[in-house]
């Protein structure tokens, strides 16, 4: 049977520009302007097909259907992801690393690094008491980094924390960009890897004695399904897989901020100690503010949907940023409400900040847990332990940025410890 092509073609030969002016955006600004939920266009010379709701999004993470192997762009495996690493692994292969992942990731281990995280929070402000202003970003990736360091057993001087943090921060910041910014990422990438590769060849080899539960230790002895020790150099990308994701909840952690200044009415609510309120908040947060733009991946084998047909090597992006501002997923999208999240209802393919699907199995992010303690620590370290100032400043953020953040990182004036 002939198959009737439903689909909106966008018009031209090639849309990446269009992508790297629009951002998060580029998506969804089509989708509202065809009215659809699947258009064709062309990215870096190739066609793509981008999808999305909370329908695409179940097919999507159908692994019968689609693939990662191939998807990323080598550029984001250069800066971001690290190449070859568990992002681009698929079924079985992907199955057994994610595992790994997730043991490395129980309820307990989030926990434990909430503990150490929140200690360096509290620790900070004597120094943030002495200082005329500090810039939440830039403070929240430096603890972030010493904590997470901490908890996986990477040995880590005060001297440097900066530095590290620094290039961690590059990494993440170098996958959106050209030029400079896409060098840098990849230059942090680089001494990165050294560094960490360096580590687990001395836990290896016996010139450093780590915890036998730590990450560190667990990842430099990790054998592959087959038996064999994994690649010293795989080692290091997958360990950095779980440092420097938690490097980047620094920029929830300033949006979080960002949201208490912009909703005051909020905080007396906050004050009150509700933990389902501080999840609620949170879990708005991560809706309403831009984190991941969308997900690629490519299709495994041909098949027909919605009447279009998928052949086989096709990039398929899914539209991250899109679906958590989507009228038909979310009532007043546009507005901050908390009390959204107060309904209990399967949100797996609905609400996808960090991935869609089963944790466990799929490509969902391992570290969505630890994401959102950290964001509610932060949040009542806020609320409850410091008083501060916000002074004047420019917090506004770039959608045609990715990834974006509040122009001034969220300056605070007259940091003081509550007592």
Request: proline residues 4%; glycine residues 8%.
């Amino acid at each position: 049977m002939e198959v009737k092509e439903k689909i909106v073609h966008d018009k031209g030969l090639d849309h990446t520009l269009g992508l790297m002016g629009e951002g998060y955006l580029f998506i969804k600004n089509r989708m509202d302007f065809y009215k659809c939920n699947i258009f064709e266009t062309h990215i870096m010379g190739e066609k793509a097909i981008c999808i999305s709701g909370e329908e695409a999004c179940k097919l999507f993470y159908d692994e019968e259907l689609f693939q990662r192997k191939g998807a990323m762009p080598m550029r984001v495996q250069k800066t971001l992801l690290g190449v070859n690493a568990i992002q681009g692994m698929d079924q079985n292969a992907h199955i057994q690393r994610k595992l790994f992942f997730m043991s490395l990731m129980t309820e307990a281990h989030q926990k434990k690094f909430a503990e150490i995280f929140l200690k360096e929070m509290e620790a900070s402000v004597t120094k943030w008491e002495s200082m005329n202003e500090i810039v939440l970003f830039h403070e929240a990736k430096n603890i972030l980094c010493k904590a997470v360091c901490f908890w996986t057993g990477v040995p880590l001087p005060e001297s440097e924390v900066e530095n590290r943090a620094d290039d961690l921060s590059s990494m993440i910041d170098g996958f959106g960009g050209v030029g400079p910014r896409y060098w840098k990422g990849k230059s942090a990438r680089n001494r990165t890897e050294e560094w960490i590769r360096g580590i687990i060849e001395d836990v290896r080899n016996g010139k450093l004695i780590v915890n036998e539960d730590s990450a560190l230790y667990l990842m430099a002895f990790h054998r592959e399904p087959d038996g064999i020790q994994m690649d010293l150099q795989m080692a290091a990308i997958e360990l950095i897989n779980i440092i420097r994701p938690i490097v980047a909840i620094s920029t929830y952690i300033t949006f979080t901020a960002l949201a208490l200044y912009e909703h005051p009415e909020c905080r007396e609510e906050l004050m009150r100690g509700d933990n389902n309120y501080s999840e609620m908040f949170v879990q708005e947060v991560r809706r309403y503010y831009p984190f991941t733009p969308f997900i690629g991946a490519r299709v495994r084998k041909d098949f027909v949907w919605n009447e279009y047909e998928f052949k086989t090597g096709v990039l398929v992006l899914l539209d991250v940023y899109g679906m958590n501002h989507d009228s038909k997923i979310w009532n007043d999208p546009g507005e901050f409400k908390p009390e959204r999240f107060q309904e209990q209802k399967d949100r797996t393919f609905s609400f996808i900040p960090q991935g869609g699907g089963d944790p466990g199995k799929g490509h969902r992010c391992p570290g969505e847990g630890i994401t959102i303690e950290i964001m509610k620590a932060s949040l009542n370290f806020l609320i409850n332990n410091v008083d501060f100032e916000v002074p004047e400043q420019d917090l506004s953020y770039s959608l045609s940025r990715i990834p974006t953040l509040p122009e001034s990182g969220f300056i605070m004036k007259n940091m003081k410890k509550k007592f």
